[in-house]
Each structure stands twice: as structure tokens, then as C-alpha cells.
């Protein structure tokens, strides 16, 4: 038998830095990070979107608003949770515009994205479904990539534990309650894998049901598998402040609304069974506005 204990790290140090300079330009491991999750997601999404007969070209018009939408979103739902850092008489409304030292809510960045990105595909012409179903699996893999960042901060960690693969955390970041030297469960860890984990089965799901598939299902499943995986790393995590209703925090709530809607949606899609591709008239649709469009600002 394996002893764990042998095989696995007594402890998974925390980085002792999260900022480069490369000159006068400080260079932050959460933005690289949230930088690097944004390329990837763009880059399988327009793989998968031409793969159902899409024009790319949609994709990087709906990016321009969507990746600000998400930042703002983000950035809102933090502030918005956590009040007490920002607002007087405890906080510093400055830290509202200081992204860069992290506090971005996932859930808010996920929502408001998703709802620029409804509006912004349906003024081309084009449907959501086939859009969110090629950009669903880089999303879970950008969310995946974008918890590195919270470890370079070391924030958002869980409950304090004994398993050889307890987080440290440096004295600078530890709540006052816990000793110097304890070790915590790494939440941000358990969400990367999940992340890739879904997003390896809704590709692999994607293709198994190539035929049977209907259009939005992929983006429902989506949104169910976050939503789960959310709800059970939120019930892990310390940080303060925390809003309770009943045994779960709110987020935890949230995250299980999401499994139901996402299992809804999927079911709701499947029974509408729009197509998984792109029809040719919906594709020159778009490409004809595009060209208005472009002609009309010369």
C-alpha cells in the first residue's frame, strides 16, 4: 500500500511574490493570469465557433465588450459582498479601481459577461446557443487559469487542515485567529481541477453526442457544473465577510441555483432542439452586417 504521507508534500508553500517589475512596470501575477485565461478561452472558443459553421470575426467583435463587461461585473459583486473594504467607516473607496490587488467575484464577472455577450450576438443576428456552446469549455479553463492568481495573492483559501497538501500561508495574509504555521485547505487548487475537469468533459461530451446534442445544451451543462463545483468550495472558504443563510453562505446558495437552472436549461434546450451549427444564411447575415457596418464609419 502507498502511504500518502511519502508520496505527497507535507505542505504547498505559498509564492513569496506576486509582482515583477520589468523596469517602472509592475507586472501582477492575478492580471497575467486573468490576461493568459482570456487568450485561451478566445483561442479554443474560435476553434469550436468555426467548427459549427461560425465566423469568427463575431467572436473578437463580441470579446471587445464582453471582457470589460466581465472585469466590471466582477469587480461589482466584490465590492458589493464586501462593503466593509470599501465604504466608510472601514474602508477605502480608492481600492474600488485597484483591480490589480485582486477581489474580483466570479459570479458577477460570469453574469454580467454573459449578459453583454446575449446582447451583443443577437444585435449581429446571430443565435446564443451555438456562440456560448463553442465558448463554454474555455471559459471553465480561464476560470481554471484565473485561480492561480488568487494563490499569488494567497486569498480566498479554506478551512485549516492536516492533509499533506495544507496551503501555507505567510504571516502577512493569516487571520488573526490562526497561528503562525497553520496550514489551510487550497480552495483555490480545488476549483482549478474541477474547472479543467469540466471542461474536459464538456468537450468530450460535445463530441461523443456530436448528433444528439441541441444547441445551448453545452452552455446549460456549463453552468451546472460551475455552479456545483462553486457551491462546494465556497462551503470551504473563511473569508470574511461571509453571508450566511441558514447552514450555507449566500455564494454557496447561489452556486446551487445555478446547478438547477443550468439542469433546467438543459432540458428546455434539448426539448427546443435548435440545431448545434450555423445555417449558411445566418453566417452571410452576419458577414453583411459586418461589411454595412464598416463601410458606414469609412
Known sequence: MFDL???????IPSPSE???????IPLRAYGICILIGIL???YLGQRRYAERGGDTELLYAVAIWVIPAGIIGGR???IFTSPQRYFPPTGDPL???QVWKGGMGIMGAVLLGALVAFITVRRAGQRLGPFADALAPGVLIAQAIGR??????????GLPTTLPWGLEIDDAHLPVQYASGSLFHPTFLYELIWNLLGAAFLIWFDYWRKNKVASGQIMWLYVAIYGLGRAWVEHLRIDEPAH??????????FGLGMVLLGLVGYWWAGRLGAATKLTKTEVEHWQNAAEE???KQK
Not at 504521507?5 to 505542505?11: D, E, G, R, T
Open 5 to 11: 504521507a511519502v508520496i505527497l508534500p507535507a505542505s
Open 18 to 24: 506576486s509582482v515583477w517589475y520589468l523596469g517602472p
Open 40 to 42: 485561451v478561452a478566445i
Open 76 to 78: 461589482l459583486y466584490e
Open 95 to 97: 481600492l474600488m479601481v
Open 148 to 157: 492561480i492568481g488568487n494563490y499569488f495573492n494567497q486569498e480566498l483559501f
Open 244 to 253: 450566511w443563510v441558514g447552514p450555507l453562505r449566500l455564494a454557496s446558495w
Open 293 to 295: 457596418a464598416e463601410s
